[in-house]
């Protein structure tokens, strides 16, 4: 069966451009979670949708950052006015439920903003 | 403040060596302990998962130790291979949403022939 997949695998854009990064979770993995890895640093929680309910977006770092769910499916992370500081790889998982310990990664998008 | 610690930050060793990792931690809750590995490119993906009962965990040659007294983990890893080559993390869980996961920057590891 199909893993976890994001795209785009890259996207160079210029400073205060917006970005739309896309993911697919495994079909049935009613949990969804987005993360940021900047280059030497280890994974930052960013925003976590499980099922219907609210997402959780504790991590999200400023208001310039969004995502959403469409039911348990694709999630888009929207980043507007980006900054160089933005410039990470960005990586989504999913797993069964929120109660399921193994998160399947995608490949990430490594953003680079110019 | 919950942290997860991992040594050494990176690591060198010849094909066919054991080595490994460690992490430590000061996250509590605690409910989980993960490792994982990061091939240069690629998302992470699952070696072991530890409960607070568990102190070791195997996965073909890749062996995880727990000693949720001293909040220390160990990765070992057998008979190294080239594509072992890799960065290890280290995730404490302290249950519940993401936000409760702590994330150890990792241990780079290179093999070499």
């Known amino acids: 069966g199909a893993g976890v997949s994001q795209s785009p695998s890259n996207k160079v854009t210029e400073k205060g451009k917006d970005v739309e990064l896309r993911c697919d979770p495994i079909s049935g993995h009613t949990a969804l979670y987005w993360y940021r890895q900047r280059l030497g640093q280890g994974l930052e929680f960013l925003i976590y949708?499980?099922?219907?309910?609210?997402?959780?977006k504790s991590g999200l770092p400023s208001d310039r950052f969004s995502a959403e769910r469409t039911g348990e499916s694709v999630s888009t992370l929207t980043i507007q006015r980006t900054q160089q500081e933005d410039s990470a790889v960005y990586l989504c998982a999913s797993s069964l439920d929120s109660s399921e310990m193994r998160q399947y990664f995608g490949p990430g998008t490594r953003l680079t903003v110019l | 403040k919950n942290q997860v610690e991992q040594s050494p930050q990176s690591l060198i060793i010849l094909e066919g060596k054991n080595c490994t990792l460690q992490c430590n931690y000061t996250v509590s809750p605690f409910s989980n302990l993960r490792w994982y590995k990061q091939d240069t490119g690629r998302g992470p993906v699952s070696l072991t998962i530890m409960t607070f009962s568990e102190n070791t965990k195997s996965n073909g040659r890749y062996t995880a130790t727990l000693d949720a007294d001293t909040k220390q983990s160990s990765l070992h890893i057998t008979a190294s291979q080239l594509s072992d080559s890799a960065s290890y993390i280290c995730?404490?869980?302290?249950?519940?949403?993401?936000?409760?996961?702590?994330f150890g920057k990792g241990t780079h590891l290179i093999i070499q022939p």
């Open positions: 995730v404490v869980s302290s249950g519940g949403g993401a936000d409760g996961l702590t």
């Open positions: 949708f499980q099922g219907n309910s609210a997402p959780d």
